[in-house]
């Protein structure tokens, strides 16, 4: 993983801290991310409230408040805060074009995750657990012609607000002090609840999609800590949305 050059961060040695302070510091923030999507969001739904905007663009705008200036914002905004330039920023987080080699992980990663889904899905099945109705899928089932716009903004928007704040920021943050392994599991287990909002259905349901949802976030922070490269988990993060909307686009809809 990448981590931050002397001349990057002036906030004291890089997990001097200690890992309790680690685990907090990385709750913390991937809590607050949620919390900040709602509370920039909130305008923008007034504005569709007063203003007939079409669907496409009130989603367009919600995901830009939500995505890229919640998630996006609150992670720069922490790395700039513990004095990092922002070509330590870009070091700390591994962003970087990525290479032939890093390119071929995506595919190789979604396989991997499809596996696991339907192993994971299999034992929720067995154990007669219903899973939860993601709020994405539900408006895409019922409006099917904001799809291709949504695919597009999974690769743009969704993939890379979501990854350079939960695998850059808070996965980076743990590594400072924990292992590969907790640090991985740990913000894993972060991304896959604060998605419990994103959900419908009862408690049972919301848990059952929660646990599903932490076994390809392990991919996603496990390709991380490979590559050192926050774009790579980004695409894998990018296509395996995109595929779901795809599916209930050609299947579904």
């Known amino acids: ?11 004291g040695p890089t997990g001097s801290d200690g890992p309790g302070r680690a685990v907090l510091v990385a709750l913390g923030l991937g809590l607050a991310g949620p919390v900040l999507a709602v509370v920039f969001s909130l305008p923008v739904a007034a504005l569709a409230g007063l203003v007939e905007l079409p ?8 995901l830009v408040a939500g995505q890229y200036v919640a998630f996006g914002g609150l992670a720069l905004a922490y790395l700039r805060r513990r004095g990092m330039t922002w070509a330590g920023v870009q070091s700390y987080l591994g962003v ?3 290479s032939a080699r890093e390119l071929l992980i995506v595919p190789a990663g979604w396989v991997l995750i499809i596996g696991i889904i339907m192993v994971v899905g299999l034992v929720v099945t067995a154990l007669g657990a219903e899973t939860g109705q993601n709020q994405t899928a539900e408006l895409a089932l019922e409006s099917p012609e904001i799809i291709p716009p949504l695919i597009v903004a999974m690769f743009l928007v969704v993939g890379p607000s979501e990854e350079i704040l939960y695998r850059g920021v808070v996965q980076g943050r743990l590594r400072e002090s924990l292992g590969a392994v907790p640090s991985i599991a740990i913000a894993s287990a972060i991304f896959a609840v604060v998605h419990w909002f994103a959900l419908t259905g009862g408690a049972s349901a919301r848990l059952a999609s929660v646990t599903v949802l932490f076994f390809p976030s392990l991919v996603f922070g496990a390709v991380y800590e490979y590559t050192d490269n926050l774009v790579v988990p980004a695409l894998l993060h990018g296509l395996h949305n995109s595929v779901l909307l795809a599916l209930i686009y050609f299947v579904y809809a």
Do not use: F, S, W, Y
Not at 1 to 11: I, L
């Open 96 to 98: 970087r074009v990525p």
């Open 1 to 11: 993983m990448g981590t931050p050059t002397p001349e990057a961060v002036t906030d």
């Open 55 to 62: 669907l496409v663009v009130t989603i367009g705008l919600l």
